[in-house]
């Protein structure tokens, strides 16, 4: 017999798993569920751990796998020392006796707020991954979880919709459900500094393609607008410098337009990087003309961006995205205040076409205020019809 808080704590698990398995059967391809098995994510030892996770979760799976209600799939194993492959298990068709699997309503989802609202990382290792650090609680991290706690809060009750799910729900590009039932966000921070990043996450509209978010999402019924910086990293850069600000697009190094996605990718690589760059950023090197040298774009760069060159490979990005984030839960926070819903999404804001002015306005007043220039370019997308 289990002691009573460790049936409280079996009966949660079971509930989650079983909550997560009725889910699969909306989700058009068929997807199998990942399940955490290792311990590093089972038993994280800080006060926001979810409490689903411990060894009753791992008694849960191990109990309906030997009823014959679950399929293990397959079973995690590592890589490497740094990556591994998760375990999957799948319904089998003994469960449809205990659950409806009949595809449920999604709107009759709720998703409860995970008690990380706010997430400090170590800093990412050679494939790309980064280690959750726990903390101690202090006045700091007590006011940027309550900040996360209020825009939770709107958000649950604002009217947000996803058109064309009638037929069943689909995947979005991180792996996770696009429903609006997952609006629910929470802070990274990065490289173990609460200086570092910040960005927002845990949004359904994050997963979804650039063009999928103007055609299927709904804020208080209405199409919605894009409100995005432009250029925003680079203009930070150049009040950090306490230069003024240059003319035109600051991504046109070449002065014709040519190449223009490929500066900005090296630009911004050049701003986060710690150092000289040791090859070309990623998908890059395509956007120059053929023979192109990274030392000689970098020296071109630097040349048409002088006044800031000296920033390049000091790790600058990851504060500049501090101030970027910061503004973001800003903005969404004063709007919120208005009762407009933003959702938010790195530099930009998504809102009802008929807010998109007044998005526009607090982006330009947040810039303002978090970099003491009135410099800011804000721009304002809406879906070509």
């Known amino acids: 017999m289990r002691k009573e808080a460790d049936k409280e704590k079996f009966d949660l698990a079971v509930e989650a798993l079983a909550c997560n398995l009725i889910l699969l059967s909306a989700i058009e391809s068929s997807p199998k569920l990942a399940v955490p098995r290792s311990h590093g994510f089972l038993w994280r030892g800080d006060g926001s751990a979810n409490p689903v996770y411990g060894q009753h979760f791992l008694s849960a799976i191990d109990g309906l796998a030997s009823l014959g209600l679950i399929e293990e799939e397959r079973r995690g194993y590592r890589l490497s020392a740094k990556m591994r492959v998760p375990s999957l298990i799948r319904p089998s068709a003994a469960l449809a006796q205990h659950l409806p699997l009949a595809p449920p309503d999604w709107r009759s989802v709720k998703q409860i707020d995970d008690r990380a609202l706010i997430i400090l990382k170590e800093g990412k290792d050679d494939e790309g991954r980064a280690a959750t650090i726990a903390f101690r609680e202090t006045a ?14 709107f958000l649950r009750s604002a009217d947000i919709e996803v058109t064309g799910q009638n037929t069943g729900l689909s995947l979005g590009k991180d792996g996770q459900v696009i429903a609006p039932y997952r609006r629910s966000l929470r802070r990274i921070f990065n490289n173990a500094k609460w200086h570092h990043g910040g960005r927002l996450a845990g949004g359904f509209w994050m997963g979804m393609e650039r063009g999928e978010r103007f055609e299927r999402i709904r804020i208080d019924g209405e ?76 020296k071109m760069l630097s040349a048409r961006h002088a006044p800031i060159a000296d920033l390049f490979g000091t790790g600058l990005g990851f504060q500049l ?65």
């Open 140 to 153: 700091n991290t007590r006011q940027l979880a309550g900040q996360m706690r209020r825009i939770n809060e």
């Open 223 to 298: 199409r919605i607008a894009d409100v995005d910086y432009r250029q925003l990293f680079p203009r930070l850069a150049y009040v950090r410098a306490r230069k003024p600000q240059p003319d035109g697009d600051i991504y046109d190094v070449a002065g014709d337009g040519s190449g223009r996605d490929g500066w900005k990718t090296l630009m911004n690589a050049l701003l986060f990087s710690e150092g000289s760059l040791r090859g070309w950023p990623k998908d890059t090197l395509q956007h120059f003309s053929p023979g192109m040298k990274l030392r000689d774009a970098i």
């Open 321 to 385: 995205m501090r101030i970027e984030s910061d503004m973001l839960v800003g903005v969404i926070t004063h709007l919120a205040s208005m009762g407009v819903t933003a959702l938010p999404l790195h530099d930009a804001v998504l809102v009802a076409e008929s807010k998109a002015d007044v998005a526009a306005d607090a982006m330009q007043a947040a810039f303002s205020m978090g970099s003491g220039c009135s410099c800011a370019i804000v721009s304002v997308e809406y879906i070509k019809r």
